[in-house]
């Protein structure tokens, strides 16, 4: 097999992995094909002849995709989840105990290929989110996904929604609290720069979430997710037609050395320290932009926002445990 600059020897898998090992290979393997050929699937299903009118009825007259998901304790208890979070496995980890009654915006980072710590923690009945009681979690997705017609049901069954403003707002103005917006901030240009043992978050450009914490005034919490990055490769190919194509790999199915499964790594999804956040009134909002009432200013809270991230870089969240 050749790649840029170098060859690779392939190492075959054994016949006699367990059946649970080849479980967890399947369902894996399905979540990482589900966005590149099932929404496809999805979109030709109801193009095709008779059946072009299910696109208009679901982009124009279904359940609007800025609404919550269709929450579905069914799908989320899926076993094949089960599955999917013992393979690598993923672990969420709790640093800080978090009100029922107010409502929170989660950093998560960094973007990654997969995203796996996301879905796997907050998308599924398999997670260890039980330390988080009386929460309700939406992951917000790019807004493109959400509106591919029998595929954004897929999604929205567990909680899945759209990243516009919008979505998030009405997520954060229900009552009584308990809300958690989810966020997979860095977009696809941090996504596009995962390289094992790295991490380069693009946080400083992302500031809409904070305008939103302060609209609503629900907490900043950052959470970071170890082992990301570490479930893909990425190789940079020649330059053509001015841009460089980007390759991202793992393993395969019945070899260890190239594919599209990731590698079997640990995840830890650490959530980290609340920012409080002081409410701000709509009309207030402009002299906030002017600097006129700078205690509670964009850019303290992006610089608050840093600093907790910096010190999951640095190894010193365990200094966020309490008591």
């Known amino acids: 097999i050749l790649l840029p600059g170098r060859t690779l020897k392939v190492e075959f898998a054994p016949l006699n992995i367990p059946l649970a090992e080849r479980l967890q290979m399947a369902t894996v393997l ?27 009825r679901w982009l124009y007259f279904g359940i609007s995709p800025e609404q919550r998901g269709w929450r579905s304790k069914w799908v989320r208890s899926w076993t094949v989840w089960r599955y999917f979070k013992d393979c690598f496995p993923i672990h969420l980890i709790k640093t800080w105990n978090l009100d029922p009654s107010h409502s929170y915006i989660f950093g998560f980072h960094p973007h990654g290929v997969l995203v ?20 309700t979690t939406d992951l917000h997705v790019h807004p493109f996904w959400i509106h591919c017609p029998l595929f954004r049901e897929y999604l929205m069954t567990s909680e899945s929604v759209s990243v516009s403003k919008k979505s998030v707002y009405r997520v954060l103005s229900k009552e009584g609290g308990g809300n958690i917006s989810i966020i997979i901030l860095g977009s696809a240009e941090e996504s596009l720069d995962a390289y094992p043992g790295k991490f380069t978050l693009f946080i400083h450009q992302q500031k809409g979430f904070v305008k939103i914490a302060l609209t609503h005034g629900a907490s900043l919490v950052p959470v ?12 940079k190919l020649q330059k053509i037609m001015g841009f460089a194509l980007l390759l991202f790999h793992a393993g395969g199915i019945f070899q260890y050395n190239f594919g599209l499964m990731p590698y079997r ?12 956040v002081r409410q701000t009134l ?36 365990e200094s966020c445990l309490k008591g």
């Not at 399905?30 to 208009?56: D, K």
């Not at 710590?117 to 989110?129: E, I, K, L, R, V």
Request: with cysteine.
């Open 282 to 317: 709509q009309r207030n909002y402009l002299r906030i932009l002017k600097g006129e009432r700078k205690y509670c200013s964009i850019s303290k809270l992006m610089s608050h926002y840093i600093y907790v991230l910096n010190t999951f870089k640095d190894g010193h969240w």
């Open 265 to 276: 790594n640990l995840i830890h999804t650490v959530v980290g320290c609340p920012i409080p």
């Open 224 to 235: 970071f997710s170890f082992g990301e990055n570490e479930l893909f490769k990425q190789e």
């Open 30 to 56: 399905q979540r990482v094909l589900s966005f590149p050929l099932l929404a496809e699937i999805c979109i030709g299903i109801t193009m095709i002849h008779n059946y072009w009118f299910l696109s208009i």
């Open 116 to 135: 796996a710590g996301a879905f796997g923690n907050f998308c599924t009945n398999y997670s260890d989110f039980e330390l988080f009681p009386g929460f």
